[in-house]
């Protein structure tokens, strides 16, 4: 039996650096470096393992690094099989002023990520935050605000129709205790505010799954709770709703055990829609010990058993990849290092634990279809 390194290692055909990706990803899959992954080829194994894909979220700023573009697209769809854009088609990016529509830095993201078969994972169209000062300053009555909200959406996801496998369709819609939270979507149109959205969605691009979106429901609670009613709710008016993602923001030693993830998940498996880990990232405190970096590589690997373990869970996205990308520093002082590589793109624990899930789930998979 070969060693795992060898099992994981997969060579690719590899182009030269580009410190402007969106103008070079047409001719980097056919310059040939013949150089190997240097790091196990966790889409590949996670495809092997029953899985979807297994992704990143990525940023427009990260893009001229030519190390950081290296592992997105140079090593896709080995490495990461799948793209998120974290800011640019959020509504700030994309409809700036009312009526008027920017998709350039989305499509900078989208369009390399398609051209190198990534899957695109969309997000997203109704969030209370990051919306442009010319929507949260207006005096909206509620017939206004929903026509705003609907030819956004149409725009938006009309736009970009065909190149999304999902749509983040509402984000973060609920409160810790299950009540929905007080913003410009739910304070002028009330709850309805919801279903009005997969409408739309659903409506302008009929093929891309419809997605809710949240953090603190990755295990029994309120939320949670709060979050199955939801879908059981568009279900029974008869609007169309996919999967659930399920953020994933934990703490080193913190997140919640396998068996409260795969329960979970479960339950909104039960009722007839998938599920996805969309932002999975695991802080520790900085500087960073050896024993919360491995803490933080089982931490991982539990989220990734749980997705395996579950066949209605799709995929998995890490929330950026690269340390020095990290979001977690500038919004939880004191925390940090919760990617699966630090800010010299040397991978950490965590990824090697989640390639050993993959794999052992892969083997398992291939022993039981054998018997």
Known sequence: MKAPSQLLTTTLLVGAAFAAPARHYKSVAKRAANSSLPVPALNKLAQAAGLKYFGTATDNPELPNAEYSQYLFGYAPQLFGQVTPANSQKWDATEPEQNVFNYTGGDAIIQPA??????A???????YNQNPEWLTSGTWDNATLISILQNHIANVVGHYKGQCYAWDVVNEALNDNGTYRSDLWYDTIGPAFIPIAFQAAAAADPNAKLYYNDYNIESPGAKSTAAQQ???SLKAQGIRIDGVGLQSHFIGGETPTLDSQVANMQAFTAL????????LDVRVSTPATDAEIAQQATDYATTAQACV???GCVG???WDFDDQYSWV???FPGYGAADLFDANFTAKPAVASIAQ????????????TRR
């Open 114 to 119: 398609l051209n190198h078969s990534m899957i």
């Open 357 to 368: 899930v993959f794999q052992s789930a892969a083997a398992n998979a291939t022993k039981h």
């Open 230 to 232: 939801l879908v059981s």
């Open 309 to 311: 373990n579950v066949e």
């Open 272 to 279: 007839g829609v998938e599920v996805a880990v969309t932002e």
């Open 316 to 318: 998995l996205t890490v």
């Open 121 to 127: 994972r969309c997000h997203n169209l109704n969030w």
């Open 329 to 331: 520093p500038g919004t």
